[in-house]
Protein backbone atom coordinates (compact mmCIF):
# COMPACT_ATOMS: atom_id res chain seq x y z
CA UNK A 1 0.00 0.00 0.00
CA UNK A 2 1.21 3.30 -0.67
CA UNK A 3 0.99 6.30 1.73
CA UNK A 4 -0.68 9.35 -0.31
CA UNK A 5 2.59 11.91 0.42
CA UNK A 6 3.85 9.41 -2.16
CA UNK A 7 1.24 10.28 -4.62
CA UNK A 8 1.98 12.84 -7.61
CA UNK A 9 -0.86 15.95 -7.77
CA UNK A 10 -1.92 13.93 -11.23
CA UNK A 11 -2.40 10.48 -9.90
CA UNK A 12 -4.55 12.31 -7.04
CA UNK A 13 -6.82 13.97 -9.67
CA UNK A 14 -7.01 10.15 -11.35
CA UNK A 15 -8.38 9.39 -7.90
CA UNK A 16 -10.63 12.08 -7.90
CA UNK A 17 -12.12 11.73 -11.33
CA UNK A 18 -12.65 7.92 -10.98
CA UNK A 19 -14.88 8.89 -7.32
CA UNK A 20 -16.78 11.40 -9.72
CA UNK A 21 -17.17 9.03 -12.41
CA UNK A 22 -18.15 5.78 -10.51
CA UNK A 23 -20.76 8.09 -7.45
CA UNK A 24 -22.46 9.19 -11.05
CA UNK A 25 -22.21 5.86 -12.72
CA UNK A 26 -21.74 3.07 -10.32
CA UNK A 27 -18.03 2.27 -12.48
CA UNK A 28 -15.58 4.52 -14.59
CA UNK A 29 -14.38 3.10 -17.77
CA UNK A 30 -11.01 4.82 -19.55
CA UNK A 31 -12.99 6.31 -21.80
CA UNK A 32 -15.24 8.60 -19.12
CA UNK A 33 -11.65 9.01 -17.74
CA UNK A 34 -10.15 10.62 -20.68
CA UNK A 35 -13.15 12.33 -21.62
CA UNK A 36 -13.38 14.00 -18.36
CA UNK A 37 -10.24 14.84 -17.81
CA UNK A 38 -9.68 15.98 -21.43
CA UNK A 39 -6.79 13.92 -22.05
CA UNK A 40 -5.70 10.88 -24.39
CA UNK A 41 -7.17 7.58 -23.71
CA UNK A 42 -3.73 6.12 -24.34
CA UNK A 43 -2.31 7.88 -21.37
CA UNK A 44 -5.20 7.30 -19.12
CA UNK A 45 -3.87 3.25 -19.06
CA UNK A 46 -0.32 3.66 -17.85
CA UNK A 47 -1.53 5.65 -14.87
CA UNK A 48 -4.50 3.28 -14.49
CA UNK A 49 -1.90 0.26 -14.16
CA UNK A 50 0.13 2.39 -11.89
CA UNK A 51 -2.87 2.95 -9.03
CA UNK A 52 -3.56 -0.66 -9.89
CA UNK A 53 -0.40 -1.44 -8.94
CA UNK A 54 -0.67 0.61 -5.46
CA UNK A 55 -3.83 -1.62 -5.10
CA UNK A 56 -5.84 2.57 -5.31
CA UNK A 57 -7.95 0.90 -7.99
CA UNK A 58 -9.87 -2.14 -9.68
CA UNK A 59 -8.29 -2.51 -13.43
CA UNK A 60 -8.41 -4.61 -15.65
CA UNK A 61 -7.85 -3.78 -19.73
CA UNK A 62 -11.05 -3.02 -21.07
CA UNK A 63 -13.13 -3.59 -18.08
CA UNK A 64 -14.44 -1.02 -15.73
CA UNK A 65 -12.49 0.84 -12.99
CA UNK A 66 -13.50 1.19 -9.68
CA UNK A 67 -11.81 2.49 -6.48
CA UNK A 68 -10.52 0.11 -3.66
CA UNK A 69 -11.45 1.17 0.23
CA UNK A 70 -8.23 2.87 0.07
CA UNK A 71 -8.42 4.64 -3.11
CA UNK A 72 -11.93 5.81 -2.35
CA UNK A 73 -10.73 7.21 1.15
CA UNK A 74 -7.64 9.17 -0.28
CA UNK A 75 -10.25 10.50 -2.93
CA UNK A 76 -12.74 10.99 -0.54
CA UNK A 77 -10.12 13.17 1.80
CA UNK A 78 -9.08 15.46 -1.74
CA UNK A 79 -12.51 15.73 -2.96
CA UNK A 80 -13.25 17.24 1.08
CA UNK A 81 -10.13 19.30 0.60
CA UNK A 82 -11.28 21.19 -3.04
CA UNK A 83 -14.71 21.46 -1.61
CA UNK A 84 -13.65 23.55 1.48
CA UNK A 85 -10.74 25.08 -0.05
CA UNK A 86 -12.70 26.39 -2.78
CA UNK A 87 -15.46 27.59 -0.14
CA UNK A 88 -12.97 29.45 1.60
CA UNK A 89 -12.41 31.53 -1.99
CA UNK A 90 -15.66 31.92 -2.91
CA UNK A 91 -17.08 32.52 0.76
CA UNK A 92 -14.18 34.66 2.38
CA UNK A 93 -11.89 35.81 -0.02
CA UNK A 94 -15.00 36.57 -2.60
CA UNK A 95 -13.05 35.28 -5.67
CA UNK A 96 -14.86 34.48 -8.62
CA UNK A 97 -16.03 30.27 -9.29
CA UNK A 98 -13.64 29.82 -11.73
CA UNK A 99 -10.09 31.16 -10.41
CA UNK A 100 -11.84 29.46 -6.47
CA UNK A 101 -12.23 26.00 -8.51
CA UNK A 102 -8.66 26.22 -9.96
CA UNK A 103 -6.96 27.22 -7.00
CA UNK A 104 -8.23 25.03 -5.06
CA UNK A 105 -7.61 21.93 -7.24
CA UNK A 106 -4.06 23.02 -6.85
CA UNK A 107 -3.70 23.79 -3.02
CA UNK A 108 -5.67 20.49 -2.14
CA UNK A 109 -2.52 18.33 -3.62
CA UNK A 110 0.12 20.52 -1.77
CA UNK A 111 -1.42 21.17 1.67
CA UNK A 112 -0.24 18.03 3.98
CA UNK A 113 -3.25 16.45 6.24
CA UNK A 114 -1.89 18.37 9.73
CA UNK A 115 -1.68 22.17 8.01
CA UNK A 116 -5.01 20.90 6.29
CA UNK A 117 -6.34 20.70 9.47
CA UNK A 118 -5.13 23.78 11.04
CA UNK A 119 -6.28 25.82 8.55
CA UNK A 120 -9.77 24.26 8.47
CA UNK A 121 -10.14 24.29 12.37
CA UNK A 122 -8.84 28.86 11.80
CA UNK A 123 -11.43 29.02 9.38
CA UNK A 124 -14.34 27.18 11.67
CA UNK A 125 -12.68 29.73 14.28
CA UNK A 126 -13.39 33.19 11.98
CA UNK A 127 -17.25 31.84 11.25
CA UNK A 128 -17.72 31.39 14.59
CA UNK A 129 -16.49 34.79 16.06
CA UNK A 130 -19.06 36.76 16.34
CA UNK A 131 -17.09 40.73 16.32
CA UNK A 132 -15.59 38.72 12.86
CA UNK A 133 -16.77 40.84 9.76
CA UNK A 134 -13.63 39.42 7.79
CA UNK A 135 -13.19 42.87 6.45
CA UNK A 136 -16.23 43.46 4.36
CA UNK A 137 -18.01 47.06 4.45
Same mark, same amino acid.
Given at each position: ? *??? %?? /???? #?? !? $??? =?? #? ?7 ? &?????? &?? +??? *?????? =? @? ?11 ? $? %?? $? @??? =?? =?? %? @? ?5 ? *? ?5 ? /? ?5 ? *? #? ?6 ? !??? &?????? &? ?13 ? +? ?6 ? %?? @???
Amino acid at each position: M *IKK %EY /LSES #LE !D $YLE =TI #LELQTAKTV &ARSKDI &AD +KMD *IKRGSV =T @GMLKKLAGFRLVN $Y %EP $Y @GYV =TL =TP %E @GKKIALE *IKRRHIF /LKDFFLR *I #LEVDEETA !DLT &ACRMEH &AMNKQTFKKFRDFIK +KIDSCPHC %EL @GRD
